[in-house]
């Protein structure tokens, strides 16, 4: 979700207004994958380089995260969404970690949805993580290295039982990853709009869905292989 502060800046606003309102877009976007009946949605909204920024700005995209999760919960219920969160929750402030945890537990039965937020997220911290994990379970007798597979990888990221994206939409025209699901991205197709996110609604939500549809997704095969099997 990238561009709120070159949306306020333009504007001749501070960023952290661009970001209050790139959260309204967040909402939007959340109802309209809700409604059309998207499973899963991953959201990343603060990434573990982020920290760095000013000290004002960092405290109020976690004041925005606090209020989203408390006034959002409701809505949350009603439309039978699940919540989890990925990242390095350890660092969040400790109110925010227990509205994000509270958040967690009261959706966890919500099967219409899973909304994924990644806050003080990072893929190559993620797989650094993973690998401690399963270096332990070797280590301990609990796997033998040889067995060590994509499928033990997957299993022991964050996003474990979450499958892996179909589509990666990037706003604000920026043609890179940015340390994001970097594991998980391997086939995912990737959609880049200069559009910033508080201007990404539904209709551009859309619209990136649209694209989507007209990609071949070969997984390495050739376009006559598919052709072939009516795919
Ligand atoms: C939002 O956009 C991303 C967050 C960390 C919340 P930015 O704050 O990166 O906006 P730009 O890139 O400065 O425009
Ligand atoms: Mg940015």
Redesign the pocket.
């Given at each position: 979700?990238?561009?709120?502060?070159?949306?306020a800046t333009s504007r001749g606003l501070r960023?952290i207004q661009?970001?209050r309102r790139?959260k309204d877009s967040v909402k939007e976007i959340v109802e309209t994958a809700r409604e059309i009946g998207i499973e899963y949605l991953t959201l990343y909204?603060?990434?573990s380089e982020?920290w760095e920024?000013p000290r004002r700005e960092v405290d109020a995209?976690m004041g925005l995260l606090r209020r989203y999760l408390k006034t959002e919960l409701n809505k949350m219920m009603r439309n039978e969404i699940r919540l989890r969160a990925i990242g390095n929750l350890r660092k969040l402030p400790r109110e925010v970690l227990s509205e994000l945890r509270s958040v967690e537990k009261a959706t966890r039965h919500n099967d219409k949805m899973t909304v994924q937020l990644a806050v003080s997220y990072g893929a190559r911290e993620e797989i650094a993580l993973a690998t401690r994990k399963i270096a332990r379970q070797v280590r301990d007798g609990l796997l033998d290295a040889g067995d060590v597979d994509e499928e033990v990888i997957g299993d022991n990221l964050m996003t474990a039982g979450i499958p892996d994206p179909d589509l990666l939409i990037r706003t604000?025209g920026e043609m890179r990853l940015s340390n994001f699901l970097l594991w998980q991205l391997a086939y995912t197709e990737i959609y880049v709009t200069d559009i910033?996110?508080p201007d990404f609604r539904r209709a551009e939500f859309l619209d990136a869905l649209e694209h989507y549809k007209t990609r071949q997704r070969r997984y390495g095969k050739t376009g006559e292989q598919f052709a072939q099997q009516g795919a």
């Open positions: 979700m990238d561009g709120n502060g070159r949306w960023r661009g970001h790139g909204a603060f990434s982020n920024r995209l604000s910033l996110w």
